[in-house]
């Protein structure tokens, strides 16, 4: 397996700590759109979006990011195959609202050292089935085919953790956490940062 992970920039919800989840459209704000490009220029620099598959969750804000991504590689927005699988953590009823209230009702609901869900979000999904989602996707995927995902802090955690591992989190290996706007290389089993984003870190960013 070859693929390049990158996280999306940042975006409206995540500077005001709002919930995202799967929600379709949430655009960048201006320091997302200057990481975009960051993450951009890097990929572009390392010549190693050369020939690789495109693909990216249907999410608005991994949309725009590719967009961006997108000039400075030299392909076109329309090469990017979207999968749903490659969306974030289904976050149910706590989409589009705000991280204090949630907590102002019912307590902690994130692990600040693991900076994950620690609680599991009513009517959303859990750790073990994004995992399942994941590992079917890249099940699909042609292995001699190299590939550049765009996607989400906390399934990105998921999809480096299937094939380099990680710390165990309700049955899933997550991999470490990297800030918004970061790019990861993973390869044999290995992996290496390609761009440190400089984005917050943890799901206040997903």
């Known amino acids: 397996m070859d693929i390049v992970i990158a996280r999306h920039a940042e975006t409206v919800f995540n500077a005001a700590a709002r919930m995202q989840g799967h929600l379709g459209h949430t655009p960048l704000t201006r320091a997302g759109i200057a990481q975009a490009e960051a993450m951009g220029a890097a990929i572009g620099a390392s010549g190693v979006a050369e020939g690789r598959d495109l693909w990216v969750s249907p999410s608005g804000r991994t949309q725009q990011t590719a967009a961006i991504v997108s000039e400075h590689i030299g392909r076109s927005f329309f090469d990017w195959q979207h999968d749903k699988r490659l969306l974030e953590i289904d976050v149910g009823a706590w989409e589009g609202r705000n991280y204090a209230e949630i907590i102002a009702e019912i307590g902690p609901i994130v692990d600040q050292g693991r900076r994950l869900f620690s ?63 970061t790019v990861f290389h993973v390869k044999d089993g290995a992996e290496t940062v390609l761009h440190l984003g400089s984005g917050v870190h943890g799901v206040k960013a997903a």
């Open 119 to 181: 609680v599991q979000p009513p009517q959303g999904e859990w750790f073990p089935a994004i995992a399942a989602r994941l590992s079917e996707w890249l099940a699909e995927l042609d292995p001699s085919r190299p590939v550049l995902a765009i996607s989400h802090g906390s399934t990105a955690r998921v999809l480096r953790g299937l094939p380099v591992g990680g710390e165990d989190w309700h049955g899933v290996a997550i991999a470490p956490d990297g800030p918004q706007g």
